[in-house]
């Protein structure tokens, strides 16, 4: 028997050039009709980087702009969503549940395999990017991390 897709995990990175791994994600979940899950991972800061910010920083204050930027990360995804159920409303129409979406905190190889695990995906999508001539002969080290270490089969979907 042929593997049944249910539920699809799209690890976002939010960038403007998602449009073809989204399209993709979509046009999966309606022909497999499958619950989608639009995450992005939120990085943590390095020691040094954590130290500076706490030593010149209230905890008021950093509760404070964490907030406004988890805001704005949801904000940005729920447009990012929005304008892509609206243009393809008519495709997407048997849907059965609409796309939900997660912001998560951690190293995001690793926030992917889990949160993918806990929903009980069966696929996970992410994009690939490049960012120097060395490394446009291997894909991004996010996607090249969970690809050898998920127990989950993963699309890569190339940015251009």
């Known amino acids: 028997m042929l593997p049944k897709i249910n539920t699809i995990v799209y690890a976002c990175d939010l960038d403007t050039k998602t ?3 989204m399209e993709l994600v979509l046009s999966l979940a309606s022909t497999h ?11 943590p800061l390095n020691a040094q980087a954590s130290n500076m910010i706490n030593n010149y920083i209230t905890e008021d204050v950093r509760s404070e702009m964490r907030k406004e930027a988890l805001t704005e990360i949801d904000g940005r995804m729920q447009r990012l969503l929005s304008e892509f159920m609206d243009k393809y409303s008519a495709e997407l129409s048997n849907l059965e549940t609409p796309p939900e979406t997660v912001i998560v905190n951690g190293v995001p190889s690793e926030s992917i ?3 993918a695990a806990e929903k009980k995906a069966d696929l996970i999508v992410m994009n690939s990017r490049t960012h120097g001539r060395l490394s446009q002969m291997i894909i991004g080290s996010t996607a090249n ?3 050898h270490t998920s127990s989950i089969p993963v699309l890569v979907v190339p940015i251009k």
């Open 145 to 147: 991390k969970v690809i």
């Open 33 to 43: 009709k499958a619950k989608v899950i639009i995450m992005h991972a939120i990085e």
């Open 113 to 115: 395999q889990r949160l």
């Open 19 to 21: 449009q073809a791994a």
